[in-house]
């Protein structure tokens, strides 16, 4: 059933080639309803799954034997929340990026083509599978970004491009040399998942085989120091491709680091958890910092995003059941509230006010000239900040509680990232709606327009969305936790299980 | 089961959104909505006051069930003698906050949906018992008065604001990791669990064994300690409390003042007591000095104040000093002293006394003030006035009520409770109760001056003009006054009902 | 002299010589007069209908025959080559029918099927002296090829080039193989095989080993041997250097890994990592190596996309050679995989650039502006066939560079070879940023507000779909192609 999400919006993509040219109208109306489609079978399918701990096979078959490659999706718990939140952040996307009106068709093939993708890479069990899901998203994104994006675009574009182009390769490389070895120890060549996480990889073989696989995903996911493509990518892309970008592409990233490189190299990921640790904090804590001095709305936002995925590459390190459990939950949960800062920043304020310069929007009394934006703002800046009541709280919570055993000293370190975040989150709640500068005269001849009914439901989607993941978290725990007990994660845990 | 204290909780925040919903235009629909839902809470919190068994100490009015259970969350509410007491000034001083703010013209659905919230934020913290879901109406608090104070302030609001939130944050995340690192070593997040294990003196092992270090247990203390040192305040986390007091609109204050600095004496009494007693005594020494500090310092500066919201400001940190006073001595076990527990009772009692009046009476100030800026046009400093008893003679007798109830007047209720701590806390800590005293003189003082500068005195031609108080105002101001009178004659009101619950905390603490 | 035999064997050679000799007669006789056009269609439908005929002829025998001690060599494996060959002359035709850079339609048609008959020849023969006759035979015929356009000096100065540097790799090749007569006393690979085996690296083996490579280095446009590459892509006559850079690959990488690892069977050396043992492996390894990074790290700076292709082609032979480098089954198959999804992939970009040089009057990447406007269909398939390039997946590229990494990494079983995996890995990293800037003009950029719509003549726009197609499939579903080879 779930791999349906990933034909449907393929097909999306074909029809939508052949819309003819100018129809934008039509154009909007197909991807809609194919992303819907897509998110409504997502949420079928994940609570029709009996067994999230388990991993369910959606569909196995043998596609290139020679090499042990098989068609092969599955689900387990940690997969059907990342698809639900790709459904979630398809629909709002496309609901911000209504208005588009240069070359409608065309953005909307090459926004469905991404998520297909990401679909793909949240259900494939299959190394190759997973790779080739994996890099056909880098193109789709860097036509989106190059040719609908804003800000030094096509350099930001190129950037981002050849960024996840390496870290897929370093990714490819590990993977080739992982499958000769593994090759030698089954007796037979094979790319499945579930197979390879059983190998016993000689210690020496993971000391630099999971470092070089890690690293490589961890580029998509952020990392510092490789997160630079970041900022400048979501700057320059435009509104829903920033959204996908940080609310899902960086989870892949991320998500391949757990599937992938610490569910096949359990000894490796021991030798290097201090490392990742201190780079993930280190991402936590330079994010912020650099957030607070931003003039750029959108700059602001994207320094957040590396900020807040520091906080899962630090529960992924922690190894114990708690911290990764926080980790798949701030996935889900910086997917959704990224989502909806950016839909404010790009939408809801750049549209209409043409300029993202602090300076700017100071003097524009944003917050009575689009009160919608306003609240809407607040209510992310409080999720993204980690109020509780929303989902960000129980995933930071967790994550914190995680890596207080393994690393108090980082912990701390992390906990002051927090504060940083509460700083950059209020000065821009500020300086961008709410600020004390006297009104310019010249802004106040034009009115803005008001925020269309697109907005407002993907809006309110994503709030609520946080908000019912907040109150009621066991919604995705129930998903998530199963997992680490079951048979995949065994190695990985034994020793740290908490 | 019953569910009282979820509803209670509830009405609030629903008026909230239906009053946010109800949007600028409709003014007087507004207001009145919300000064109804918020008379709901109150006639809710003496039911609950009525209803309540003041002869057993015990939690009652529970609700408890598994939320998060992977994680120990549970959502667990109830109330003792204390939780019961702090509901009632917030139901008490919620609706007065609304009254006082009847004439706000920019955005007055907003304004007093945020009233509301807060007001929700507030039972919630009163009343929930597991970590978690406490945590979370104590940060929810903080939104709605951020608002408050930033769009409703005064000119510098924006950094006033700002600082309120920050600091309160930094005490917030100090207090989430150590009650982490609580959970890790004990895996309960459950206030009465952990204030049992406390006592048999397991929870100190059970840290350190989780962590390693000999002093982890004094580590987490002090980040709990951070947390609700900030929002009581005590020196020196209090630098943010006297802008946000005057720049916050008067009504606002109110709360603030009122039922929001007691969150953080809450904090204290319900959760660093009973769970940290040993950490609490290994550095009394260091805690009462604070306390001391508070107390005198905070008057001396209150004493140097020109602005009138500022003096009441610094006055605040120093009834709540006395607060703070009383709890540490009420954990320190005292040799050669008979009946220790009757004097920790009686040290605890006043602090519930006093958390309960200065509430009142610290409101009701700010109320007045509020009052006196809308006649002065928004002036409010000390030197603007003069003589004023002669143009505006019951408003000077009633504030002065309030200002002598400040003061600890015996007769008013401001007395009783400083009487009792003092009472309970010179055979406890003698020299700390003694340097506090200091503490009485100086507000004594610049009470006194205030009194003199503002009412006595020449008249001050400007205000020659000055209407007194409207009959509506003096229907606003009666209740706090009568108030003053009831439970300064007739402290009982209170102890009654709170003393089951201040005798168990004391055997709590006696080991 | 029982010639039946021969001829037996040799039917889908002999099929394509009568094509030869029907597309000249017709072209000098019924067609006379006509249109170039005309010319070139049912030129080309002849040379198809020729080339068509062999390949099902080619596929559907199952012989095994050894004529004359390695001249001729028939079996499965050798016949499918021959058909991949043959496919790719029927789209290299294709895509030239649109061309208007020659009048002598019959001749150039007839060349490029007398450099297919060469190539043919070449694949079937594990006897020196019959190597170096069809090189010979496929070679001039290129270099003709590549002069074909009258009308401008920079084919002729290509050709002259391409002869030149030809001409002396030749002679290299012809002295390395004289030298292997003599130390092995016969032409035939086996035996050569045989007789060197044991003797240890006699210094001039090394000599043949080196002049081999040397010989067939200039062939495929290794580094060193590369120079005339970049100037003959650019200056023949598009179709022509798609010719090059496909059919002629496949053959030549086919024969090359034969020589190597069937001939050269003993001395392979070894190219492991902190195991050097001299040999043939090492040095093919310095080559591929070479060959990788220049061929990459120049095509960056390239602003001809014409030339951009000819480096590429220098970095994707480099990639080739570590198929050869494999010496085993897997390694073999995973190169003829590799070379033809890259054959097909490059006619189709040489076709796309053929129809842009001719609407727009030059092959420079701005020439390919807002081609995604002017040309959808056109556009989409360059496309497909430059991310093909640059591995990306689900296209043929990448499984067919997986394929190959993962056969020449599992040699040995000890990673041995991984070094040069990762160099080769990290240069198609390298490489994927000048295939974007192409793509970026094609689909980001605008064209001039006045260019006109591109019109894709026919036969090519369906000769490029075809090839689009099977990149896309062949990427999906490699296993169709890999159960031949």
Known sequence: MLAWTIYITFFGVLVLMLLPRDNARAARIVALLTAIAGCVVAFVGAIQQANPGDVTTIVKVPWIPSIGANYYLAADGISLVLVVLTGLAAVSGILFSWNIEKRTKEF??????????????????????????????????????????????????????????????????????????????????????????????????????????????????????????????????????????????????????????????????????????????????????????????????????????GFVLLGLATLNTIGLDGAVLQMFSHGIIAGLLFGVVGRMVYDRTHTRDFNDLETMQLGKLIPFAGVTFVIAGIASMGLPGFSGFVAEFQVLMGAWTVFPKLTILAGVGIIVGVAYTLRAVQKGFYSDAPPDAAHHDHPLEPISIPERFGAVMLIAASLVIGFFPSLLMNWIEPCFKSPLFERLLKGGAL | MNHWLTILTLVPFIGGIVVAGLGAERKHLVRGLALATSLVGLGGAICLWLHFNAKSGDLQFVEKFDWVPTLGIQYFLGVDGLGALMVLLTAIVTPLAILASWNVEDRPHVFHALVLWLQAGLFGTFTALNFFHWFLFWELGLIPAFFLIKLWGGPKRGPAATQFFIYTMVGSVALLLSFLAIRLATGSFDFIEL?????????????????????????????????????????????????????????????????????????????????????????????????????????????????????????????????LLALFAATAVATGVNNSDLQKAAALDGALLQMFNHGLTASALFLFVALLERRSGGLRGLDDFGGLRKIIPVFTGLMGIAIFSSLGLPGLNGFVGEFLIFKGVFPLAPWAAAISTIGLLVTAIFLLTLIQRVFCGPLNERWAKMPDLTTSERFLVLPSIALMFVLGIWPQFILGAVDATVVKLVQQLNF | MNYLPVLQLAAPETIVTLTVLVVLGADLTVLRGKSLAARFNVGALLSVLGCASAACLAFHRHVDANLFNGILVVNPAVDFIKVAILALTVFTILISTGGKFTDHVGEYLAIIL???????????????????????????????????????????????????????????????????????????????????????????????????????????????????????????????????????????????????????????????????????????????????VLGNLTAIVQSSVKRLLAYSAIAHAGYMLLGVLGNNPPSASALMFYVITYAVTVIGAFGVVTVVEEATGGDAIANFKGLSRRAPGLALCLMVFLLSLGGIPPLAGFIGKFFLFSAVVSVGGNLGLLWLVILAIAMSAVSFYYYLRVLKAAYVEDAAADAPAIKVPALTLLALALLAALVILLGCAPGLLTRYL
């Not at chain 1, 190759?128 to 056909?136: D, G, I, P």
Request: aromatic share 14%; glycine share 10%.
């Open chain 1, 108 to 309: 909307f093939a090459f926004y469905l083509a991404l998520i297909g993708g990401v679909y793909g890479v949240f259900l494939s069990f299959d190394l190759l599978l997973l790779f080739v899901f994996y890099e056909l998203t880098i193109i789709p994104k860097y036509f989106l970004i190059a040719r609908w994006g804003s800000t030094r675009k096509e350099y930001g574009a190129m950037k981002l491009a050849l960024y996840s182009f390496v870290g897929s390769h370093l990714v490819l490389i590990g993977l080739i040399a992982a499958w000769v070895v593994a090759k030698g120890q089954l007796g037979h060549a094979s790319l499945d998942l579930i197979e390879l996480s059983k190998v016993a990889f000689p210690i020496a073989f993971q000391h630099w085989v999971f470092p070089l696989v890690f690293v490589g995903f961890a580029i998509l996911a952020g990392m510092w120091p490789f997160h630079t493509w970041a900022p400048t990518g979501h700057v320059a892309a435009p509104t829903a491709g920033s959204m996908l970008l940080a609310g899902v592409v960086m989870k892949l990233g991320a998500y391949g680091c757990l599937r992938v490189a610490m569910v096949m190299f359990p000894e490796g990921v021991r030798m290097w958890q201090g490392e990742i640790a201190c780079l993930a904090v280190a991402g936590i804590v330079y994010g912020a910092g650099v957030a607070l001095v931003q003039r750029d709305f959108k700059f602001v936002i994207g320094y957040s995003s590396v900020s807040h995925m």
């Open chain 2, 195 to 323: 204030a049992g294990m406390a006592k048999s003196g397991v929870l100190t092992t059970k840290l350190q064994a989780a962590f390693g270090w000999k002093n982890i247990g004094l580590i987490i203390f002090f980040g709990a300690f951070l947390g609700f040192a900030v929002k009581v305040p005590v020196i020196p986390f209090h630098t943010w409390l006297s802008a946000a007091y005057s720049e916050a609109p008067s009504s606002v204050t109110m709360l603030l003042t009122g039922v929001m600095s007691k969150m953080g004496v809450y904090g204290f009494l319900r959760i660093l007591l009973p769970i940290f007693p040993d950490q609490i005594r290994q550095v009394l020494t260091p805690l009462l000095w604070l306390a001391v500090a508070t107390i005198v310092l905070s008057a001396c500066a209150a004493f140097a104040q020109r602005d009138l919201k500022r003096i009441i400001a610094y006055s605040s940190i120093n009834h709540l000093g006395y607060c």
């Open chain 3, 114 to 292: 007398l450099a297919t008959i060469g190539l043919m020849f070449l694949v079937s023969a594990e006897d020196l002296l019959m190597i170096f006759i069809a090189l010979e035979l496929a070679s001039l015929s290129l270099y003709i090829l590549t002069a074909f356009n009258k009308h401008n000096a920079q084919s002729a100065e290509a050709a002259l080039k391409y002869f030149l540097f030809g001409g002396m790799s030749a002679a290299f090749l012809l002295f390395g193989f004289s030298l292997l007569y003599g130390l092995s006393g016969s032409t035939n690979l086996g035996e050569i095989a045989k007789a060197i085996a044991g003797k240890g690296l006699d210094p001039l083996l090394l000599v043949a080993i080196v002049t081999t490579v040397i010989g067939f280095g200039f062939k495929v446009a290794a580094v060193p041997f590369h120079l005339w590459a970049p100037d003959a892509y650019e200056g023949a006559p598009t179709p022509s250097a798609a010719f090059i850079g496909a059919g002629s690959k496949v053959a030549s990488f086919y024969i090359v890994a034969k020589i190597f690892t069937l001939g050269f069977a003993g001395a392979e050396g070894s190219a492991v990592w902190h195991g050097y043992v001299a040999g043939w492996t090492p040095t093919i390894a310095v080559v591929a190596a070479l060959s990788m």
